[in-house]
């Protein structure tokens, strides 16, 4: 007679098993299981079908609080491995392409920069058809993305602003963010990714799409230690405030979380793009045209950013202070 053989239970399936049990026995993940979960991930410890099967689980379920800090405490672990500190004061996550308005968020990093504040900026592309995203932007405007930290340190050094891709500082995560047009829906990396830090900087400002996720990166923020966040619901989910609508940011600062409302910079609101002409930003940039929308979205960013940063002590004297970067920026950078 012939036994049968079965096949032992691979050791990531506790954790799909643990949310997918049904609606009476599944459950969200603790922060402890979380972290073990993702750091198997990054070490490629995991089947390809465990891996949709997971995210799509927490997708439905919603991540919470205690998954995003255990994701991205194993992601840190990830991270110092490949990225050593990088002098910057301002990490700055863009993940999200735009489709409706120019990716003015670039030019406010920029004018940042030429203020001495020093910005690290990170970020994918390609994931979502008919985006437009940094990457692109960047190349087109003559700044070329960086490949290693080695070339990303040496940019802050020489001129205050860096960009690197995901895929160049953490492979793993680059490729779960590029499954979203196969899964058909945003996973738990699309947070992840947003609150990593891979920098290490002392600031982090981020943005969310829908405003249910604002509350969870607030308070994984604060579970994580990080001295000064705010995220608000930024024009496509870049950090790019809308100026012609209000703003709630949500912050924490020095373990004190806050909320605080910005009104309106435009009375109206502005129609979309027409033909997202990338030298338009350049145009702008130089003074050579106008924009009330993007120079209003500009000064409207930076605002948020310089608040945070404590560099003012209210909301119109941030303004006030963005408005001045934004004139004393070095016109001929792009």
Request: glycine share 6%.
């Amino acid at each position: 007679m012939t036994k049968s053989t079965s096949t032992p239970e691979h050791p990531f399936a506790q954790y799909v098993r643990t949310l997918g049990r049904g609606k009476r026995s599944g459950r969200s993940l603790t922060e402890g299981e979380a972290y073990n979960a993702m750091k198997m991930i990054l070490n490629r410890e995991v089947e390809d079908a465990q891996i949709g099967a997971f995210l799509i689980l927490i997708r439905v379920r919603e991540e919470t609080t205690e998954e995003l800090v255990g994701f991205v405490k194993a992601t840190h672990e990830y991270t110092q491995r490949t990225v050593a500190q990088l002098n910057a004061s301002v990490d700055w996550p863009s993940y999200a392409g735009k489709h409706k308005q120019l990716n003015w968020y670039i030019l406010a990093a920029l004018a940042l920069a030429d203020s001495g504040t020093s910005v690290f900026m990170h970020g994918a592309n390609e994931h979502t058809p008919n985006r437009l995203y940094t990457d692109t932007v960047l190349r087109e405007l003559g700044i070329s993305p960086c490949m290693s930290v080695e070339a990303a340190q040496a940019a802050l050094d020489k001129n205050n602003f860096s960009y690197m891709g995901l895929h160049d500082f953490c492979p793993p995560l680059s490729e779960l963010v590029a499954l979203r047009p196969i899964l058909g829906v945003r996973s738990p990396i699309h947070t992840l990714v947003r609150l990593a830090n891979p920098s290490q900087s002392p600031c982090i400002v981020t943005s969310i799409f829908h405003p249910s996720y604002r509350s969870s990166h607030q308070e994984a923020a604060l579970q994580l230690g990080y001295k000064s966040m705010a995220v608000f619901k930024g024009e496509g989910g870049e950090v790019e405030r809308k100026p012609d609508a209000r703003c709630l940011v949500q912050s924490v600062q020095n373990n004190v979380l806050a909320d605080e409302e910005w009104e309106p910079l435009l009375s109206a609101r502005n129609p979309n793009e027409q033909d997202f002409e990338i030298n338009k930003l350049q145009r702008v940039w130089r003074g050579t045209e106008r924009s009330a929308y993007g120079e209003s979205a500009i000064s409207a960013t930076l605002a948020i950013v310089l608040l945070l940063m404590r560099k003012a002590s209210s909301q119109s004297e941030a303004l006030e202070l963005a408005t001045k970067l934004w004139s004393a920026r070095d016109y001929q950078r792009i």
